[in-house]
């Protein structure tokens, strides 16, 4: 894995959204694998900066995100497809056909992540952007989740219920149930870009680098890839010696 340490968050954010705007320009045709919470959004702040200023086309750009949650509609602001239209999707030119969230109003839940895995299989994905879970987690690959595993349902662990309780004015309001790709998936992209910011984040990157490579810490699944690059700020770094 390459290590870039930041000395802050909007370095963190300027370091890759550089890296996801050279791969566009250099993939115009490219597929982006897309995380949500709040590590991005700086990111895509960038992203957004460079579109503006003609430095980067999404006009034929396809995107996969990583997850969604279950028995939320994609106009429910607390949806992770709401999100994607907030703060990247509705402010580039990218054709919303070429847009993919897993659904999460479905019924049929093993149905749409039948559907999901043929959109990846598809799509080959050339760049996945992650973000880390404090327990380690990617998308909601929650730990103890088989690197073998493709998209599947995910009953939330206490620790993510309680790390994104934040984003809920109502904690009971919040979704139990999860649909994400899977380890799998994750691992099958050609390379992974994954951000870490703040002192919560120090003991999931450190187990993720140097610790065991075990399904109980699911980013521990990325020491198995050829390609990956860490941007962690140096709060999340710090446990790394
Ligand atoms: C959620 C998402 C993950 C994300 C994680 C960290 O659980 N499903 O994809 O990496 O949150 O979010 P944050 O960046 O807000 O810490």
């Known amino acids: ?32 694998g897309l995380p949500t919470g709040s590590t991005p959004i700086g990111m895509y702040k960038y992203l957004v900066d460079a579109y503006k200023n ?34 990247l999707f509705g402010k580039v030119n990218i054709a919303p056909k070429n847009t993919h969230v897993p659904r999460g109003s479905v019924i049929f839940c093993q149905r749409e992540c039948h559907r999901y895995n043929k959109i990846l299989d598809r799509n ?32 939330l662990s206490q620790s993510t219920l309680q790390a994104n309780s934040r984003f809920f004015e109502n904690k009971n309001a919040m979704p139990r149930y999860a649909i994400t790709m899977g380890i799998a998936d994750i ?19 450190k187990d993720m680098i140097t610790g065991n490579c075990c399904e109980q810490v699911p980013a521990s699944a990325l020491q198995l890839h050829k390609n990956v690059i860490v941007v962690a700020d140096e709060d999340a770094s710090s446990l790394l010696s």
């Open 1 to 32: 894995m390459q290590l870039i340490v930041t000395k802050n968050y909007s370095e963190l954010s300027r370091k890759a959204g550089e890296i996801v705007c050279s791969f566009i320009c250099g993939n115009p045709n490219g597929v982006l």
């Open 54 to 87: 003609n430095k980067v086309s999404f006009e034929n750009i396809t995107t996969v995100n990583l997850d969604e949650y279950l028995g939320l509609s994609k106009y429910n602001k607390h949806s992770y497809n709401y999100f994607m239209w907030e703060n």
């Open 124 to 155: 080959k994905i050339n760049l996945q952007v992650l973000g880390i879970g404090e327990n380690g987690h990617l998308g909601f690959n929650e730990p103890n989740t088989p690197f073998d595993s493709r998209t599947h349902v995910v009953s």
């Open 187 to 205: 691992l099958k992209a050609e390379t992974v870009l994954l951000l870490a910011c703040g002192k919560n984040k120090a003991q999931a990157v």
